[in-house]
């Protein structure tokens, strides 16, 4: 279980999802060597043993990134386990990369979004919820 984010790079910036037409195709992220070495730019201590799967785990939680088998790559999914603080990292990387983060929890874009954590924090309640429920039983 996973907070999700996927990174996309569009023909313009969309404010919001819903004004993404229909017929828009997404651009390349880059080669897969230039999308690993954003990433890492970002989260340093990101493990490339499987070049297609960057594991990302320190203190501040971590980030699962599914670069997909594509190259160059076309979109780019987060699976996050953090706290609040690991978002500005994931703004700064769309920064870096030119790109933008749709949060798959509320299906808003993460840097237009006025509390880029708030589906975190959510996610994260829900996940406490499971666990608590996991431990009554």
């Not at 023909?11 to 230039?34: K, M, N």
């Not at 994931?90 to 509320?106: P, S, V, W």
């Amino acid at each position: 279980m996973s907070w999700d984010v996927s990174l996309y790079k569009f023909s313009q910036r969309y404010q919001a999802v819903a004004e993404i037409p229909d017929d828009e195709q997404p651009s390349d992220l880059g080669s897969l060597r230039e999308v690993q070495a954003a990433i890492t730019s970002v989260f340093p201590e990101t493990d490339w043993t499987d070049p297609r799967w960057g594991i990302f785990d320190s203190a501040i939680g971590s980030i699962e990134f599914n670069v997909g088998k594509d190259d160059p790559v076309k979109s780019l999914g987060l699976h996050v386990r953090a706290g609040d603080g690991i978002v500005d990292g994931i703004l700064l990387l769309c920064e870096h990369m030119d790109c933008q983060a749709i949060d798959l929890g509320d299906g808003s874009f993460l840097e237009q979004s006025d509390e880029p954590t708030r589906s975190l924090q959510k996610w994260r309640a829900y996940r406490g919820q499971i666990l608590e429920q996991g431990k009554a039983s």
